[in-house]
Each structure stands twice: as C-alpha cells, then as structure tokens.
C-alpha cells in the first residue's frame, strides 16, 4: 500500500465539516466549482488534487499550504515527518529523472537508444510506441523511454544498471560519464 495515500487517507479521515469546506474554498483557485460541489469528504479532495498533480508524495508544499491555513499544525507536522522518513530511507543508488544519468546519457547516446533499451529489457512494442508518439525527435524518444523503463524497474531503477547495460553495448565512454 501507498505510504503516501496512507497518509491522505488518516487525514481525510480528522477533517470536520468546517475544515472541509475551508480547504475546498482554497483549492478554488485551482478546482472547478463543479467539481468542488461534487466532493464529500478529505479523500475525495485528495484525489482530484493529486490527479490535477498539485500533491505528491515527492510534491507536497501545496498541501501544507493548505493544511496551514486551516490552523491544522498536527497535520502539519505528520507531513513533515512523511517527508523526512521518506527521504530518510530512499537509496542514494536510486534514480530520479532530473538527474545527471540521464542528461549525461540523453547527451552521448543517440541514434543506439534501441540497443540500449533493449539491454535494460524494454519491449520492442513499447519503443515503436515511443518513437510513434514522438517521430521526429531522437533526444525525446531516448528521454520517453529511460522514464518507461524507470517506471517499469521502480524502486529497483539503479544507476549501476544503467551503466552495466551501456557497457553491454560498448558504448563505454558514455557510461565512464555516467560514472563520474
């Protein structure tokens, strides 16, 4: 299960009546007034915020803001301490899309992006999706296709994969630079 959800849903759940329509009143800005008479509960607000990607559990200022502003500092507090666990127990070896792997690999890799793809185990079908939905732009096919195979891999997304797989492809230089 989701720690993050987890999370949303206990404070979904010690939200009163009055807390609520304060925190719909403030998402008006960013929520539709449809939308907003539609909600029920904490959960339901959550939801739409997430999927509107205003939370996240690796985004979560916005909803601080919001629980700040209705005075709720013990909400507050579970979200920072969310935050600092979690960052706490993420591996240093773990991958983030805006790190210097990717530019690095984006940068030296080009035209041998399929090789490389197919070393780190993406499908054939997966890629000719890729190349379809961007048919004119290499560094964006490469850019599409690590982000697949780091949703794929999950927590499992290792820098050392990455670089094993380009020296499986002798593209050796890249992969030094990946290293440093």
Do not use: Y
């Amino acid at each position: 299960m989701d720690p993050f959800l987890t999370l949303l849903h206990s404070f979904s759940s010690s939200l009163s009546d009055t807390e609520l329509s304060s925190l719909k009143f403030l998402c008006r800005g960013k929520i539709g007034k449809r939308k907003l008479e539609s909600v029920q509960n904490g959960g339901e607000l959550f939801i739409i915020l997430f999927e509107q990607q205003l939370i996240a559990s690796d985004k979560v200022s916005f909803l601080e803001g919001l629980l700040e502003s209705i005075k709720r500092e013990d909400l507050v507090s579970q979200l920072k301490q969310f935050v600092e666990e979690r960052e706490a127990n993420a591996p240093d070896d773990q991958l983030d899309v805006h790190e210097k792997p990717f530019e690095v690999i984006c940068e030296n890799v080009g035209r041998d992006w399929k090789m490389l793809m197919r070393k780190l185990g993406i499908s054939e079908v997966k890629m000719d999706r890729i190349v379809a939905a961007n048919p004119f732009n290499l560094r964006e096919q490469l850019v599409q296709s690590l982000r697949e195979w780091q949703k794929w891999k999950g927590k499992d997304a290792k820098v050392t994969d990455l670089i094993k797989a380009l020296r499986g492809c002798n593209l050796n230089l890249v992969a030094d630079r990946v290293e440093q």
